[in-house]
């Protein structure tokens, strides 16, 4: 059958993709060390657990309102309040079926035909891919390895056009691992409020912070900066509850309003289960989250000093999340049986194939100098897999 120029435009996740291919050769009984998750390997806590069986007991198995619960809603603006003394209204509010497809309706209800997005490479994979959808141009903001993949507020102002519709920003960030602290998020944020641009924040990981650092939602920065931005959050990555698909967006009312109103032509509300969970995950107190984000933190330090340990392999330690971006570009031009390994593909098919360990390639994130491995596994299996690389990449001369 014939498909549309719109389904032919679109790339399948190469992260989803990844993943496939791993679990395919485990189902084959290979012993193969999964670096390619893009999700905690933790299980959701048990009262988030038990307020869903609670929930179905009680029978609230059916349609809510499409953008979510009142009680949800009223968990996530205590959590915010709580948190970082961010104040909103329930009609600043949506909840869609996971923080993609809050940023799917995002862009949708934003983005005319030709509208630049300007999004910042390392970037994570489905933001070009959306604006492309919604007809929209990605604008890259290229960033550098030396800065720690921060962005340059100069750079971001070459790139301003009259056509530039709104700035993505995700921090901690998903690959680079890269967070700002108040100052550098201020001097960003002042170059996007000048050329009156929208701001899509995308914090999902603004619980899993290391060194000590602390997460400044944009909206904190001032009225006006509230205003102008998007906040885009869920229970996916937080709370491990990637399955349940809750996701939510605070902001302005009218683009919350026709957010709403496309998902309520497309997927109506998320599944009514799964949003007490999340009322539950919310208001639950949050210690559980804290000891998960130490030992986080734990298999950090490890792999990053395992892999700088390596020589051709140079890696920014990450400040947030759980993936290490490692630059493995030195051994491109290098071959082992014949193969020769020119691109983070090759990379990572070489790895796969020779070393039976799973890891991500740069490529799709906009960087095809590096690799992604996601530490969202147990220690054993980190051990095993540097283990296992540190030998195999030696092999290539
Ligand atoms: C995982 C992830 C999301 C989406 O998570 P959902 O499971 O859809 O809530 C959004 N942004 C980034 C950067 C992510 O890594």
């Avoid at 435009?9 to 189902?27: G, M, N, V, Y």
């Avoid at 971001?156 to 680079?176: F, M, Q, R, W």
């Avoid at 899993?208 to 931005?229: C, M, N, Q, R």
């Avoid at 993936?323 to 593909?345: I, Q, W």
Wanted: glycine share 8%.
């Amino acid at each position: 059958m014939k498909l549309s120029a719109r389904a032919n435009r679109i790339q399948p996740s190469a992260t989803l993709a990844i993943t496939a291919k791993e679990k395919a050769l485990k189902a084959q009984g290979i012993d193969v060390v999964g670096f390619g998750a893009g999700e905690p390997d933790f299980d959701s806590p048990d009262y988030v657990k038990e307020a869903a069986v609670e929930a179905i007991k009680k029978g609230y198995t059916k349609y809510t309102a499409v953008g979510g619960i009142d009680q949800l809603k009223d968990a996530i603006i205590e959590r915010m309040k709580l948190d970082y003394g961010l104040e909103y209204q329930k009609p600043e509010l949506i909840v869609s079926c996971g923080a993609k497809h809050t940023l799917f309706n995002l862009t949708q209800a934003i983005i005319d035909s030709g509208d630049e997005v300007i999004i910042p490479a390392p970037y994570w994979v489905s933001y070009p891919e959306q604006v492309i959808l919604a007809e929209g141009k990605p604008v890259i903001l290229e960033t550098r390895e030396e800065d720690g993949f921060r962005i340059d507020p100069a750079e971001l102002k070459k790139l301003i056009t009259p056509k530039t519709k709104a700035l993505v920003l995700n921090y901690p960030s998903n690959p680079t691992g890269v967070t700002y602290s108040e100052d550098e998020l201020r001097a960003i944020v002042d170059v996007a409020m000048a050329a009156g641009i929208t701001i899509i924040s995308d914090e999902i990981y603004d619980k899993i912070i290391y060194d000590g650092k602390k997460h400044t939602p944009v909206a904190s920065l001032g009225e006006d900066v509230k205003k102008a931005t998007i906040l885009v959050n869920g229970t996916s990555k937080t709370y491990a509850m990637t399955g349940w698909r809750i996701g939510f967006a605070a902001g302005d009312k009218g683009v919350v309003k026709a957010m709403g109103d496309m998902q309520g032509q497309s997927t109506s509300n998320p599944t009514s289960i799964s949003q007490w969970a999340a009322v539950s995950a919310y208001a639950s107190p949050q210690d559980l989250i804290v000891q998960r984000t130490a030992e986080f933190e734990k298999r950090k330090t490890y792999i990053v000093d395992r892999l700088n340990s390596i020589p051709g392999i140079k890696c920014v330690s990450p400040s947030g999340a759980f993936y290490a971006f490692p630059n493995v570009s030195a051994f491109y031009g290098k071959s082992h049986n014949g193969k020769t390994v020119n691109s983070s593909l090759d990379f990572t098919e070489f790895l796969l194939e020779e070393a039976k360990v799973a890891v991500v390639p740069g490529d799709s994130f906009g960087s095809d100098a590096h690799v992604r491995l996601s530490f969202a596994t147990s220690m054993e299996n980190i051990v095993k897999g540097m283990d296992r690389i540190e030998e195999t990449v030696a092999k290539l001369a």
